[in-house]
């Protein structure tokens, strides 16, 4: 099916001409809706976890110093974009209207949820906060327009606010995790144990035969304890993973051979080193984290022989989340911990 270019939402570029929304370095989301679009009154959005933490440290800790950034980000930009992780996260809110050329639009009313980051949604906001600095889910009022190429999906019933909406951040770390484990994945390491890596662990466990590992590697003893206590690994090992060698040394004195596959989502930057690292030469690495520097993967991986498959994550998923919502209630557990209300829910 061609295309239209409208539906690709590049009208709403100020700068620079010619760029596509997510690389634009400014939107302008203060004209009404354009055919090709779905005009959303925000409730939410969820901050992606390596931008969160970012604003959080940037502002030492001040929930309305957090506020306030998320306010400047968006009148400078049009955009939730953070110039310094270059990352944004997703929206809920309610369909106020439908343009005249979208295509297979969700009914005006219905609250989704949006599947596209907001580096690339036109938003203007009213309001921001309270903000919770242990949620990266934070209210707000405002505007955003979806072009017809963004993704998004209703928002699922029965399912608890926090925990659908963190898990539909971060779904296609268990949607890619369950694509590349193969009959002959015997480990599977996950590198964070946040709500992605809960979700990637989780489908591990679903995606693993008999016999299979899946192993995951945090530096809070907390997070390790968590993982275990669902049940969603087989092993959890504490360690820093900005030390790559400390990292494979835990690794071995666990008795644990290199992964098979390596899924990346911690919020920290340098662990490219660990990943490579950690995984068989042949293996394969799942980089699912913002925080990842693709220079020092493809040089490290250089520094140590390494033939393993480098895959960046995208956080586009053609189930639009409904793996990821499977998992959540198959494990109820799962869903408790991704909620906000989770001490650990970061």
């Given at each position: 099916m061609d295309i239209p270019v409208e539906a690709y939402g590049a009208a709403r570029v100020l700068e620079p001409a010619g760029a596509l929304p997510q690389a634009a370095r400014r939107l302008d989301a203060s004209t009404p809706m354009a055919p090709y679009e779905v005009e959303i009154d925000v409730e939410a959005l969820c901050i992606d976890s390596t931008s969160f933490r970012q604003l959080v440290t940037s502002a030492q800790g001040d929930a309305e110093g957090v506020a306030q950034a998320i306010m400047e980000i968006v009148a400078e930009r049009g955009k939730m974009y953070n110039p310094v992780t270059g990352s944004g996260g997703i929206l809920t809110g309610t369909?106020?209207?439908?343009?005249?050329?979208?295509?297979?639009?969700?009914?005006?009313?219905?609250?989704?949820?949006?599947?596209?980051?907001?580096?690339?949604?036109?938003?203007?906001?009213?309001?921001?906060?309270?903000?919770?600095?242990?949620?990266?889910?934070?209210?707000?009022?405002?505007?955003?327009?979806?072009?017809?190429?963004a993704p998004w999906t209703t928002y699922p019933a029965g399912v608890d606010f926090d925990a659908a909406l963190a898990a539909l951040d971060v779904c296609n770390a268990a949607s890619q995790t369950r694509a590349l484990i193969s009959p002959e994945t015997s480990t599977v390491l996950v590198l964070g144990g946040g709500h992605a890596g809960l979700v990637a662990l989780a489908a591990a466990r679903d995606r693993l035969r008999a016999g299979g590992r899946a192993v995951l590697i945090d530096s809070s003893a907390a997070v390790c304890e968590r993982a275990r206590g669902l049940g969603l690994c087989d092993l959890a090992l504490q360690a820093d993973l900005r030390d790559a060698v400390a990292s494979l040394r835990a690794l071995q004195e666990a008795g644990v051979p290199r992964a098979d596959l390596t899924v990346v989502v911690v919020n920290a930057g340098d662990c490219e080193a660990a990943a490579i690292?950690?995984?068989?030469?042949?293996?394969?690495?799942?980089?699912?984290?913002?925080a990842t520097s693709f220079t020092k993967a493809a040089l490290g991986a250089e520094g140590v022989a390494s033939e393993a498959t480098m895959v960046i994550g995208s956080g586009y998923a053609p189930d639009r989340g409904e793996y990821a919502l499977d998992l959540l209630a198959r494990h109820p557990g799962l869903a408790q911990a991704l909620s906000s209300h989770s001490p650990l829910g970061g």
């Open positions: 369909v106020r209207g439908v343009g005249a050329d979208y295509r297979n639009p969700p009914p005006v009313g219905a609250r989704i949820v949006t599947l596209a980051s907001l580096t690339l949604t036109p938003l203007r906001l009213s309001s921001v906060g309270p903000v919770d600095l242990g949620s990266p889910q934070v209210p707000v009022s405002g505007t955003a327009f979806l072009p017809w190429t690292l950690l995984t068989a030469a042949r293996g394969t690495v799942l980089f699912f984290s913002m």
